[in-house]
């Protein structure tokens, strides 16, 4: 009997933690990064706004940016624009995705999967 309480109540944490803590992402092009210089403003904004747990990735030579976080809720397209625009840059294109996005190759293929929505740049 211990067991079968056991057994339901992991099942019960299980899909409890994973239905209200899945990762989200926030992909958008930005425009007026020029240098790794911006690159690295964008990225120690999006830092301060969104935290440590965050991943973030910005590319000044793709004119994208990317933040991830493991919690579902914890971020907003419109911090995400504030962010943007508080440090001087302008955003378009912007998307909420239901899934972590870690790094830039998986940011190529989301946009791959996805034509349309953003246009990577190329110097």
């Not at 990225?43 to 000044?60: C, H, L, N, R």
Request: hydrophobic share 45%; charged share 25%; with cysteine.
């Amino acid at each position: 009997m211990n067991n079968i309480k056991f057994f339901i109540f992991f099942i019960f944490i299980l899909f409890n933690t994973t239905a209200l803590k899945a990762a989200e992402s926030i992909v958008a092009g930005v425009n007026g990064m020029f240098c790794i210089a911006c690159q690295e403003k964008l990225s120690k904004a999006f830092s301060e706004k969104f935290g440590t747990d965050a991943t973030i990735t910005v590319s000044w030579e793709q004119g994208l940016a990317v933040v991830s976080v493991p919690t579902k809720g914890k971020i907003t397209e419109e911090d995400f624009m504030n962010v943007v625009l508080e440090t001087g840059f302008e955003f378009e294109g912007i998307k909420k995705v239901a899934k972590p996005i870690r790094n830039l190759k998986e940011t190529e293929a989301f946009i791959k999967e996805n034509p349309g929505v953003f246009i990577l740049k190329t110097f």
